[in-house]
Each structure stands twice: as C-alpha cells, then as structure tokens.
C-alpha cells in the first residue's frame, strides 16, 4: 500500500485532497481547528474580573510560588493545577490571562484528542468532536474560566483515549499513562471518583455483554443481528444505574452503599453466565494480560509516586498523602446534603439544551445510530453521556462548569448524527434538513459569540454564575490609581481595610498590598483606612468611630441570576423563547446580587479631586 505522500492527486481541489490523502487532511482539519479554538481564547481572556472560584484559584497558584501554599485543602480541590498555574506566573507574570492559560491549553488539547482515536471513530465524527469542543458555546466559555473543570475534563477525555487504545492494542506505556493519568485526576478535582465510578461500570457492562456472547455463540464476539445487535449492555446497565441514582436521592439513602449493591449485581450477572475459566477468556480479559503483572505493578507505582507527588506538596508535607486518599471522599460525601447552589436534580435537562440544542439533536440521532450499529467506541460514548448525566444530576452541587463533562462525550455523538447526515446527503428530503442545521449551526455559533464575548460576565446568561462585577474590579482599580498618585506626591500609601466576610475574591487582588488591614464584626470599632470594603451586614461602616466622616456607597461585588425553573413558562413557553432571543429573564425577582459598603476617607477624596485636577 502506497504511503500517502505519494498517492498521485487528480488535481489540486481540497475534495481530492481530501479523498486520496484521507490522514494528512484529517490533521490539518484538525490542527486548523484547534489553532481557531487556541485564538477564541485567548480574544479578551483578561477582560472579565476573576469569578469568584477563580479567584481562589490565582491566590492558592500564588501562595504556591510565594513559598506559604499550605497543603492539600478538599475545599479548594487537588493541588495540581496550583503548581501548573504558578508556573505561569513565574515565566509571564501574574495576571488575569496567566491565571487563565492552564484552562485555555486544556480546553486546546480537548480539541486535538479526538484525533488520537480517528481510526475507531473516522473523519467526520473526529473532526465533528473537535469542532464542537472548540466552538460550542459551553466549552468555549468553560475552557475560558480559570477553574479546574477544564484541565479535569482533559485528563478525563485522555483516560477515555487511552482506555479505548489500550483496549484495541495493550501496551505496557499505556498501562502506565492510565495509572499517571488517574494520579492527575485525582490531584486536580475529586469528581475523579465519579469518573472511575463511570468507566468501572462500563467495563464490568462490557464484560457481561462478551460472557453472554461467548455463552450463546461460543465465542467473544458480539453477533451482528437480533437484540445483540442494539447492544443490550447499555440499558441493561445504565438503566439499573438510573434507578439507583434515584432511589439513593429520594429515600436519601446512603449512596456507597447504593452504588456497592449495583456493582456487586452487575459482578453477579457476570459470574452467572460466564464460569471462572471462560472470564479469562474474554476480550477485556484478554487485553489486560497483555501487560505482565510487573507491568501493572510499575503502573501503579507511577500513580502512587505521583499522587505522593503532588499531595505532599513535592514531599515536604507527608500528611498530603493519607489527605489525599481520605479527606477528599469524606468531605465530598459530607456536601452531598448542602445541595450548594440550590439548583434541581434536572438542572442540566434545562441548561445545557438551551446552549446546546444542536449537539442534543446530533447527540440523540449518534445515540441511535450506535444502538444499531453498536461498536465499542460509540458504546464508549453512550455510556458515559448517559452516567455523566445521571452522575452530575444526582450529586447535590450542580453548577454550570459541571456541564462541561457531560458535554465532552456529547460531542462524539454528535460526531456520529453528522456522520448518519452525511451519508445520506444525496437524499432528496435531505435538503429542508441542511436548511434547518444550518439554522440551528448560525444560532449556535451566534449564542456561542454573546455567551463568551458580549454577555460573559451577565448574570442573565446561565453560564455565568455568581460572577464578580465590574464595579468591584473599577473599586480596585480606583485604589491602585490613588496609590500610586499618594506616593508620588509624598502623602505616602493609601491604606485599606476589607472585612474577612467578603476576603474573596480580595485576597487575590490585594495581595500584595502594602497599606492592608483585615477587619470584621469583632474588630469593628477599631477600623480605620482610607478605603474601607465591609460587607454591608458587618456594619462595619456604620459602628466604627473613625469611619463617621467616609463616604459610603453600596455597591454590588457578585451578582447572579437564580431562575426558578418551575416558572420558566408564561404560556406556551414564551418566558424561554424571550430568553433565547434577547435574554429576557423570565423570573426578574430573582435577579440580585451580593453587594459591599465601600466606604471612602476625605483624605482620599482630596486626594482624589488633586489627582485628577492635576
């Protein structure tokens, strides 16, 4: 077989290109979009002020560089992105955009994965999942948020990529990137636990699926034709999943225990139709003999070494490694009873169909397409997309960015409707449906600009939850300006004090601050600066002597939109179409914000009116 450079070419249009040279134009396809995926953020990634998690984010990165970081808190997540954005701040400095670049380059290398399983998947559903990764209007603004969900999601799309390619062909390195990459995983956020959760069931399903085909055919491999072939292993194992997630969450039942008893039936079925002996046998099985045992003993040592690694905060605090394989559990399973955000169990049902109707639709029609054309990547797909589903609807703290998982396996879905589309594109009734896509592509594309570029800090757009205002960055803003202008003219600094109430996202924007003090309710009556940031419930302002003469000014420091989801009708769904037109919020009394008293000395304001008269 010739190798494609030098397959001959009929003449130089990119459709022959592309039909005689099938890899090379896959890559370029695929390099192009990531480098487009690579510019839209980056376009006005320092703009918006630090979210409030982000924030804390920037701060712990730079207590890390700073030499005070103090360990391991499952509060604040794994320590692994600390160390990655602290890096960035040591070669480009500290700001808005650094703080961000660990999420822009693991929301870039989510676009390029897919082209690591284009053999399983072809060019249409690879390119398709690199485009909706880097276009969509939900991982677009979630690769722009300097959270850990966008380097979790990369780690978790790589362990799918090399879970599928270990499967395929088991190596020894793969073995051993499985093990670096669960250690990372695990280091950055513990919904780790949720995606082992996930890809364990999915593998216990497959092997029920072999048993029962080496049972009824006499051998490994799935027949083709009758119910087999709609893949029975996806319902009968996400199905049960559903049931348990549900019963867990209304009877409030304890959830490990829930989960335990669907793993020991689905370990069961197996053992029911498939005796010790032929287990051995089967094709997953089979795959992780591959490797030697000494292999998976070197794969596990490279996670404890790097686990170690990074929770011991590069062995200088051993207690990070018992932290991290204990805390981060017990404090997750605690929050299951918070429900912080209190948000519904079917939040994700209404939020992510509103930014991304068009990979539902695809999603569903790939959905279908796998049940009758089951092959072991696009069961892959389904399953995750579904558990995901089911797994970040049940745990009790949903929020936007956490819509980023689900979405990654959507994407490949959607990457099998278009494939299904494709095909069939000389049909005649194909042609009012490309009228629709494109339609429903334009508004996509538009939703996706207003989301992360003209409303990315609104709070009427749901993906922009509890975000710091601009009146707050103006605040700091402001403070810097009078201080640099007080020391020139030899007033000296301008002092400050912030109430520990609202210390984020202050710790990060004054944190090198000269002239800080911390105050709080205790500590009130011996305030004194000459700005004074108090929330308004400390009563800061209004108790301290020194205080009696500042000029206060109310002024909001997050605000948010909490839309009450059972009132998102007024008739026939009207309330969400004005929403999708022109972001009409249809519940304007939950429209608020958590506001702060800035309160500000007459030396300041005569300092003020000097600097800008002069």
Not at 156 to 166: E, Y
Not at 360 to 368: D, E, N, R, S, T
């Amino acid at each position: 077989m010739k190798r494609e450079g030098k397959v001959a070419l009929d003449s130089r249009s990119p459709a022959e290109f592309w039909r005689r040279r099938p890899e090379t134009a896959l890559a370029i396809a695929v390099a192009a979009v990531a480098v487009a995926g690579l510019v839209l953020r980056l376009v006005e990634l320092a703009d918006r002020p630090l979210h409030h998690d982000e924030s804390i984010d920037a701060w712990y990165s730079w207590k890390f560089l700073e030499g005070t970081y103090e360990g391991y808190d499952p509060v604040y997540h794994g320590p692994l992105r600390f160390y990655l954005t602290a890096a960035f701040f040591w070669v480009f400095g500290e700001s808005h955009t650094t703080a961000r670049m660990v999420a822009v380059l693991a929301g870039v290398g989510m676009i390029v994965l897919p082209w690591f399983l284009r053999r399983s998947l072809g060019r249409t559903v690879t390119l398709t999942a690199s485009a909706v990764l880097a276009f969509s209007p939900i991982a677009l603004y979630m690769t722009r948020l300097g959270r850990e969900d966008s380097l979790t999601a990369f780690i978790t799309l790589a362990m799918m990529v090399v879970i599928v390619r270990f499967l395929d062909r088991p190596r020894l390195l793969l073995a051993v990137l499985i093990g670096f990459l669960l250690a990372a995983g695990f280091a950055v956020k513990e919904t780790t636990f949720i995606v082992v959760f996930i890809f364990g069931g999915f593998l216990l399903a497959l092997l029920g699926e072999q048993a029962v085909s080496a049972n009824s055919e006499g051998s490994a491999e799935s027949p083709r034709n009758g119910l087999a072939g709609w893949s029975w292993m996806l319902p009968t194992g996400l199905v049960p999943m559903g049931i348990a997630f549900g019963v867990s969450a209304y009877y409030e039942a304890e959830v490990f225990l829930t989960l335990g008893v669907y793993g020991v039936i689905m370990v069961m079925f197996i053992l029911m139709k498939s005796s010790p002996q032929s287990i051995w046998e089967l094709p997953v099985v089979r795959a992780a003999r591959g490797v030697p045992g000494w292999g998976w003993a070197l794969a596990a040592a490279v996670f404890l070494v790097f686990f170690a690694l990074w929770f011991t905060v590069f062995f200088t605090k051993s207690e990070g490694f018992i932290d991290g394989l204990t805390e981060g559990i017990t404090y997750w399973r605690g929050e299951q009873d918070t429900n912080r955000g209190s948000e519904p169990w079917h939040y994700y049902l209404y939020t992510i169909p509103l930014y991304e109707y068009l990979v539902c639709i695809l999603a569903v029609i790939g959905a279908v397409h796998v049940f009758r054309n089951p092959t072991f990547v696009g069961k892959f797909m389904v399953w995750t997309a579904v558990a995901s589903w089911f797994s970040y609807s049940w745990a009790s703290e949903r929020f936007p960015w956490l819509a980023l998982h689900i979405l990654v396996p959507m994407a490949f879905l959607a990457g099998y409707g278009v494939q299904v589309l494709w095909r069939r594109r000389r049909k005649a009734w194909m042609l009012p449906v490309w009228v629709i896509l494109a339609g429903l592509l334009a508004s996509t594309l538009f939703i996706s600009w207003r989301s992360n570029y003209v409303n990315q800090r609104d709070p009427r757009e749901l993906l922009t939850q509890v975000h710091t205002t601009d009146d707050y960055l103006d605040t700091v803003h402001r403070i810097e300006a009078l201080n640099t202008y007080s020391k020139s003219v030899g007033e000296g600094p301008v002092t400050v004090a912030v109430d520990t109430a609202i210390s984020v996202p202050n710790l990060w924007y004054f944190r090198n601050y000269e002239a800080l003090v911390w105050s709080d309710s205790a500590s009130a009556q011996h305030a004194s600066a000459d700005f004074v940031l108090s929330l308004p419930e400390s009563g800061i302002a209004g108790v301290a002597p020194d205080l009696a003469e500042h000029q206060v000014t109310r002024m909001p420091l997050r605000d948010w939109w909490a839309p009450q989801f059972e009132s998102y009708h007024d008739g026939w769904f009207s309330g969400w179409g004005n929403w999708l037109a022109d972001r009409e919020v249809w519940n304007e009394g939950t429209l608020g914000s958590t506001d702060f008293d800035l309160s500000v000395s007459p030396r300041a304001l005569y300092l003020e009116a000097r600097m800008g008269g002069g």
